[in-house]
Antibody, heavy 117, light 106 residues
Framework: QVQLKESGPGLVQPSETLSLTCTVSGFSLTSYNVHWVRQPPGKGLEWMGVMWSGGSTDYNSALKSRLSISRDTSKNQVFLKMNSLQSEDTTTYYC???????????WGQGVMVTVSS | EIVLTQSPTTTAASPGEKVTITCLASSSVSNMYWYQQKSGASPKLLIYSTSSLASGVPDRFSGSGSGTSYSLTINTMEAEDAATYYCQQWSSNPLTFGSGTKLEIK
């Protein structure tokens, strides 16, 4: 069945770089888009960016200067890297599958990241 | 950026009651998507392409709308429907979500 699972460090130092991995199963990264979405504690959802099935990317302009999304199709993994982390980047990060129509039919469980020294 | 404004922000309904959540877009969008998020869980797709029910979603949920005004309706509220609901668009970049409507059971 379709699954997505985020992994990464729970704690990151301010000004450091966050690296997260989304490992997927049950579908091919070359057939579906995978997005990253984040949600601060008790707040709403913010779209971060997308790895298109064809291998290109798009980013939220508010994060574009700090964000990079890549993938390894052989390992069924999508990666997120975001630099210059600050306290406002303390949030739960989700990866989600998009069946090429611009919405999310499956979500990962999320990974909570705290930015603190 | 298209801003999605949801109303109400918070509401409560009794079992069996009809609930309507509205999502107003700052510019016209071609489709709206709706998600349900329960406390401590990931969002779950309810409605895609404005009015299509996602797989496994009870048919008491429905969606409608066009242009800048969209709505999610729960025909008969059940206790398990207590959650936060979000609308979402991607008619133009960036993809945006509404700020959420928290629905509680009376």
């Amino acid at each position: 069945q379709v699954q997505l699972k985020e992994s990464g460090p729970g704690l990151v130092q301010p000004s450091e770089t966050l690296s997260l991995t989304c490992t997927v199963s049950g579908f091919s990264l070359t057939s579906y888009n995978v997005h990253w979405v984040r949600q601060p504690p008790g707040k709403g959802l913010e779209w971060m960016g997308v790895m298109w099935s064809g291998g290109s990317t798009d980013y939220n302009s508010a994060l574009k200067s700090r964000l990079s999304i890549s993938r390894d199709t052989s390992k069924n993994q999508v990666f997120l890297k975001m630099n210059s982390l600050q306290s406002e980047d303390t949030t739960t990060y989700y990866c989600a599958r998009d069946p090429r129509w611009g919405y999310f039919d499956y979500w990962g469980q999320g990974v909570m990241v705290t930015v603190s020294s | 950026e298209i801003v999605l404004t949801q109303s109400p922000t918070t509401t409560a309904a009794s079992p069996g009651e009809k609930v309507t959540i509205t999502c107003l877009a700052s510019s016209s969008v071609s489709n709206m998507y709706w998600y349900q998020q329960k406390s401590g869980a990931s969002p779950k797709l309810l409605i895609y392409s404005t009015s299509s029910l996602a797989s496994g979603v009870p048919d008491r949920f429905s969606g409608s709308g066009s242009g800048t005004s969209y709505s999610l309706t729960i025909n008969t509220m059940e206790a398990e429907d207590a959650a936060t609901y979000y609308c979402q668009q991607w008619s133009s970049n960036p993809l945006t979500f509404g700020s959420g409507t928290k629905l509680e059971i009376k």
